[in-house]
């Protein structure tokens, strides 16, 4: 009399564990920054893993051939992110990123200095966004922006750096 329950009992617990969403197979996440590309012609490349329908994790990697600018010439750093849109891996985002740049102080061209002007600095900030993706779950369209705040103790570098962009990605 149990083990005919006990089977019943797990087949339709089975049967039950449905999810909301089907499962995808398209975890990774390739994305070109086209917005700061077309804005100052700086490169930025990211990646992000899906470990879920609502979190992933990344990097981001940027190359800009003029190292005065806002935030230097080179860029490497991770980021987490909690998604809380409707739809699975897209809508509205937060993240927490961390970022180490090199570049160059703006006013070493004025005035000759014994100085270095060089800096490397890594800074950890927080950052908000949207993300569209088509019904194939192949292409998307990401708009994001952030705050955050330098660790270095130069005293020509700012105590705040920003990042946004439009991103256009591949899943594969």
């Not at 087949?11 to 994305?31: D, H, M, T, V």
């Amino acid at each position: 009399m149990k083990a005919p329950f006990f089977i019943l009992a797990l087949l339709g617990s089975y049967i039950l564990s449905a999810q909301a969403y089907p499962r995808f197979g398209n975890n990774n996440e390739l994305k070109f920054n086209i917005g700061l590309f077309l804005a100052n012609t700086s490169v930025e490349g990211s990646y992000e893993y899906f470990f879920s329908e609502d979190t992933s994790i990344g990097g981001t990697i940027y190359f800009d051939n003029d190292a005065t600018d806002y935030n230097g010439n080179f860029g490497i750093g991770p980021n987490f992110r909690a998604y809380f849109g409707f739809a699975p891996r897209s809508g509205f985002f937060a993240e927490a990123f961390g970022l180490y740049h090199t570049g160059e102080d703006q006013s070493a061209d004025s005035a000759p200095s014994t100085r270095n002007t060089d800096y490397a600095t890594l800074a950890l900030g927080l950052g908000i966004g949207n993300k569209w993706v088509t019904r194939s779950q192949k292409f998307s369209l990401e708009v994001h922006a952030g705050l955050g705040r330098n660790l270095g103790n130069e005293p020509f570098l700012d105590t705040f750096m920003y990042r946004a962009g439009l991103s256009v990605g591949f899943r594969f």
